[in-house]
Antibody, heavy 121, light 106 residues
Framework: EVQLVESGGGLVQPGGSLKLSCAAS????????MHWVRQASGKGLEWVGR??????????AYAASVKGRFTISRDDSKNTAYLQMNSLKTEDTAVYYC????????????WGQGTLVTVSS | SYELTQLPSVSVSPGQTARITCSGD??????ADWYQQKPGQAPELVIY???ERYPGIPERFSGSTSGNTTTLTISRVLTEDEADYYC?????????FGGGTKLTVL
């Protein structure tokens, strides 16, 4: 059974940092691209960014709204993806989901349950 | 940057057909996926590559694309279909979601 479990969310002050984790199981993690998607309360889904597999040079890409502040990484030995969030703003407050694509043209077929990040003073 | 436009809401009666559209230039050259999200839950894949139904999704759900518009069609709508629906597309580097459509089953 495929599982994605996010953790690391919490309350952080504006300008602060937080690192989210996404622990994967039930599939070949090393072969999949991992993406992060967020959703502010009562709002729509927003793609945050992705990291590709080792075979694709661990290439990363980010939404304009987080580029330069967020960094996605992965540890294939731990089947875990990470989202490092720096210089956080109140507008980054959202539930953060991780999801996977097992091929560049495939959809997001499995999602985690999400972890809440609140940026507030 | 890409943009995908969806109507904020669609209302239908049970048993009717709901059509949810998503428009954007990126759809002319890239596939679209559709996701269903119910309150308090993570999104779930419904349709991928414009028209492929994800395993386990009822045949009542179908997708099609014409030009720069992709459409999710739900036939014989049930009350359990009430949810938010999001389209997704993009190129190899950037993915973008539509703003979402709230389907209300009256």
């Amino acid at each position: 059974e495929v599982q994605l479990v996010e953790s690391g969310g919490g309350l952080v002050q504006p300008g602060g940092s937080l690192k989210l984790s996404c622990a994967a199981s039930g599939f070949t993690f090393s072969g999949s691209a991992m993406h992060w998607v967020r959703q502010a309360s009562g709002k729509g889904l927003e793609w945050v960014g992705r990291i590709r597999s080792k075979a694709n040079s661990y290439a990363t890409a980010y939404a304009a709204s987080v580029k330069g502040r967020f960094t996605i990484s992965r540890d294939d030995s731990k089947n875990t993806a990470y989202l490092q969030m720096n210089s956080l703003k109140t507008e980054d407050t959202a539930v953060y989901y991780c999801t996977r694509r097992d091929h560049p043209t495939r959809p997001f077929d499995y999602w985690g349950q999400g972890t809440l990040v609140t940026v507030s003073s | 940057s890409y943009e995908l436009t969806q109507l904020p809401s669609v209302s239908v009666s049970p048993g009717q057909t709901a059509r949810i559209t998503c428009s954007g230039d990126v759809l002319g050259e890239n596939y679209a996926d559709w996701y269903q999200q119910k309150p308090g839950q993570a999104p779930e894949l419904v349709i991928y590559e414009d028209s492929e139904r994800y395993p386990g999704i009822p045949e009542r759900f179908s997708g099609s694309t014409s030009g720069n518009t992709t459409t999710l069609t739900i036939s014989r709508v049930l009350t359990e279909d009430e949810a938010d629906y999001y389209c997704l597309s993009g190129d190899e580097d950037i993915r973008v979601f539509g703003g979402g459509t709230k389907l209300t089953v009256l």
